[in-house]
Antibody, heavy 120, light 107 residues
């Protein structure tokens, strides 16, 4: 059974760095074809994909945030970490991590999400 | 690059059929995936690769993809189907995933 859970701060000050952790079980990110992605959703708005990391450490980022965003994996801890620098109010929203298959491109299992508010 | 267009809202009476569309150039050459998101919850995949239904998703949910439009069809809609629905594809040109803007289904 695949499960994912996001964790991190609920409030971040403007210009600071946001670090979110996705802890998962039921699969290994070392397995060929496996990836974990981050998707966010501003309040009342649509889903927005942010980043992906693959089993072979290949990474993909949304072009509009590429200079501010980093994704990394810790295989031993079954975790994927997302870092977003220089946050502002537009970065407020719910952040989801999800299991993704390289071969089929869908996000088939999602975490519950974590709400992050950027506010001074 | 793929830009996916969804109607902001679709309204249907209980027991009727709802059709939610996702438009994009050459979308029929890509596998389209669909997600259902109820208020305060995480998205759930309800269809993948145009018309494959994950385990646990009722047969009332079906999908198609032809021309420039993919369609998620929900037959015999019930109030429990009221949710936001998002389509998603893999943009081959940019080599990254793209989500549609979402459709709010009102029953």
């Amino acid at each position: 059974q695949i499960t994912l859970k996001e964790s991190g701060p609920t409030v971040v000050r403007p210009t600071q760095t946001l670090t979110l952790t996705c802890t998962f079980s039921g699969f290994s990110i070392d397995t060929t074809g496996v990836a974990v992605g981050w998707i966010r959703q501003p309040p009342g708005k649509a889903l927005e994909w942010l980043a992906l990391i693959y089993w072979d450490d290949d990474k993909r980022y949304i072009p509009s945030l590429k200079s501010r965003i980093t994704i990394a994996k810790d295989t031993s801890k079954n975790q994927v970490v997302l870092t977003l620098t220089g946050v502002g109010p537009v970065d407020t929203g719910t952040y989801f991590c999800a299991h993704h298959s390289f071969h089929t491109s869908e996000f088939d299992f999602w975490g519950q999400g974590t709400l992050v508010t950027v506010s001074s | 690059s793929s830009v996916l267009t969804q109607p902001p809202s679709v309204s249907v009476a209980p027991g009727m059929t709802a059709k939610i569309t996702c438009g994009g150039s050459s979308i029929d050459t890509e596998g389209v995936h669909w997600y259902q998101q109820k208020p305060g919850q995480a998205p759930v995949m309800v269809m993948y690769y145009d018309s494959d239904r994950p385990s646990g998703i009722p047969e009332r949910f079906s999908g198609s993809n032809s021309g420039n439009t993919a369609t998620l069809t929900i037959s015999g809609v019930d109030p429990g189907d009221e949710a936001d629905y998002y389509c998603q594809v893999w943009d081959v040109g940019q080599d990254l995933p793209v989500f549609g803007g979402g459709t709010k289904l009102t029953v």
